[in-house]
């Protein structure tokens, strides 16, 4: 049996945006009014956060904090929904679209719009900005969001599943959030993820700092 050679095919126009190996350094946070603007010329894509704030604790120890929408991707890395802006297309336009074809969503019932949006990034080397925003929904709403995943259209195809990242951390100080920030993201989609828990209010930056740190030590260790 032959074995198949790797290959891009008609993939290979878009292979440079999904890179892996991008450092924090990479992405400079431009208003979004610029990225508009300023940058128009260069690729744009839209990502986002639905995420329900969720008080209960898992086996009575730890608190769960909010549950949060994220999924293993094609190509073997965490990152959010979402995907690239056609030209001409607003960015959370194009959000929505991509929220339709990968987790099923119902826009009649959730759709982002602008007053959404939390940052936008910009990538100099890849000429490519990055959009991304938060939608707060209740936790029955996320619960039905899950479940309609499934069904969607891009599920086995762009899509290899949804999670929820673990807000706790455990005795070690290291299992729970930590042990799941050393996992591989796609672009700068763990910052996106550290910068809107503190924007929601969902975790200090004392206590994210503390789980990054961690996180590191544990990567070092590793090597």
């Given at each position: 049996m032959e074995i198949e050679k790797p290959t891009w095919g008609w993939l290979e126009p878009?292979?440079?945006?999904?890179?892996?190996?991008?450092?924090?350094?990479?992405?400079?946070?431009?208003l979004y009014g610029d990225s508009i603007t300023k940058y128009s010329t260069c690729?744009?894509?839209?990502?986002?956060?639905i995420y329900a704030l969720d008080n209960t604790k898992v086996w009575d120890l730890y608190e769960s904090r909010a549950a949060i929408l994220m999924q293993m991707r094609f190509d073997g890395v965490l990152g959010f929904p979402?995907?690239?802006v056609d030209a001409g297309e607003n960015p959370a336009a194009a959000l929505n679209?991509?929220?339709i074809e990968e987790i099923n969503i119902d826009t009649s019932k959730h759709y982002f719009d602008d007053k959404d949006h939390l940052v936008s990034y910009l990538h100099e080397e890849k000429n490519l900005v990055l959009h991304f925003y938060t939608k707060k929904v209740n936790l029955t709403e996320f619960r039905n969001i899950e479940r309609r995943n499934l069904e969607a259209k891009e599920y086995g195809i762009e899509t290899f599943g949804i999670i929820r990242p673990p807000l706790f951390t455990m005795g070690d100080n290291l299992r729970?959030?930590?042990?799941?920030?050393?996992?591989?993201?796609?672009?700068?989609?763990?910052e996106e993820l550290l910068l809107a828990l503190c924007a929601t209010n969902i975790m200090t930056k004392d206590e994210i700092d503390i789980a990054v740190e961690a996180m590191k030590k544990h990567v070092q260790s590793l090597q």
């Amino acid at each position: 049996m032959e074995i198949e050679k790797p290959t891009w095919g008609w993939l290979e126009p878009f292979e440079k945006f999904g890179q892996l190996g991008d450092k924090n350094s990479d992405y400079k946070k431009v208003l979004y009014g610029d990225s508009i603007t300023k940058y128009s010329t260069c690729t744009h894509a839209a990502h986002g956060m639905i995420y329900a704030l969720d008080n209960t604790k898992v086996w009575d120890l730890y608190e769960s904090r909010a549950a949060i929408l994220m999924q293993m991707r094609f190509d073997g890395v965490l990152g959010f929904p979402g995907g690239l802006v056609d030209a001409g297309e607003n960015p959370a336009a194009a959000l929505n679209r991509e929220m339709i074809e990968e987790i099923n969503i119902d826009t009649s019932k959730h759709y982002f719009d602008d007053k959404d949006h939390l940052v936008s990034y910009l990538h100099e080397e890849k000429n490519l900005v990055l959009h991304f925003y938060t939608k707060k929904v209740n936790l029955t709403e996320f619960r039905n969001i899950e479940r309609r995943n499934l069904e969607a259209k891009e599920y086995g195809i762009e899509t290899f599943g949804i999670i929820r990242p673990p807000l706790f951390t455990m005795g070690d100080n290291l299992r729970g959030f930590p042990a799941f920030l050393s996992n591989q993201f796609a672009g700068n989609s763990k910052e996106e993820l550290l910068l809107a828990l503190c924007a929601t209010n969902i975790m200090t930056k004392d206590e994210i700092d503390i789980a990054v740190e961690a996180m590191k030590k544990h990567v070092q260790s590793l090597q």
